[in-house]
């Protein structure tokens, strides 16, 4: 089955414009979550949206927002760039509760890469 | 709170030797475990998972992990390393319930070199 969609994989910004990347997940997925890649930071959680309600939300400033589609397909926006938002975001699809083994298992995208010059 | 610590971010080892990369959690409630790879310029891909139902688990590529309770560790091995292995891998936790199945809390990755 496709995997998890994420587009644009490339992008490149000026300091305070703003960006929107989308993510369309898995069939049958009800589950979306977002992480930030930083070389400094690592791999941060952004949030996670679950039938189309924001369900946790990590530690981002609000210019940081998401919103998902009743298809589940989701995008995340950042307002006003900062040099700092720089990064790779990461979606994951998942079923968004227990499977069988009680986990819950993300599967990645490939990244959208966005540069803030 | 959960954590995890990933014992060295590089680690360089020959062809054909064994890969063993470190991970240590900390959660307050019964942790799910995960390792996943990650090739340049591409996502995550998942190697392996804890769930409880058995401390050694074997994953793809020839990867294993073993839970450990008591040091609180789930390390990584391969018994042959192989030229394709070079890449990050990240350790991952999660706890089940509510509002934590979409969030992990990642280590901070270790980067595999194979050396011919």
């Known amino acids: 089955k496709a995997g998890v969609t994420q587009t644009p994989r490339y992008l490149i910004k000026t300091r305070g414009q703003q960006v929107t990347l989308s993510c369309s997940p898995i069939?049958?997925?009800?589950?979306v979550s977002w992480y930030q890649q930083t070389p400094g930071q690592g791999l941060q959680f952004l949030f996670e949206y679950f039938s189309e309600t924001q369900r946790n939300k990590g530690n981002f400033p609000g210019r940081f927002s998401g919103r998902q589609f009743s298809n589940s397909r989701s995008e995340m926006n950042v307002s006003t760039l900062e040099l700092g938002d720089s990064a790779l975001y990461l979606c994951a699809s998942s079923l968004g509760t227990a499977d069988f083994s009680g986990a819950n298992v993300l599967t990645f995208g490939a990244g959208s890469r966005l540069t803030v010059l | 709170a959960q954590s995890v610590t990933q014992l060295g971010s590089h680690v360089s080892v020959s062809e054909g030797a064994l890969v063993l990369l470190r991970c240590n959690y900390s959660s307050s409630v019964p942790p799910y475990l995960f390792w996943y790879v990650q090739y340049p310029n591409q996502g995550l891909q998942l190697l392996l998972k804890?769930?409880?139902?058995?401390?050694l688990v074997k994953g793809i590529n020839g990867f294993e992990a073993e839970f450990k309770k008591s040091e609180t560790s789930f390390h990584l091995t391969k018994p042959s390393a192989h030229m394709s292995d070079a890449a990050e891998y990240f350790c991952a936790v999660s706890s089940a319930g509510g509002t934590s199945y979409g969030k992990l809390t990642f280590g901070q990755g270790t980067i595999l070199t194979v050396h011919p």
């Open positions: 804890y769930t409880s139902a058995a401390t």
């Open positions: 069939s049958g997925h009800r589950s």
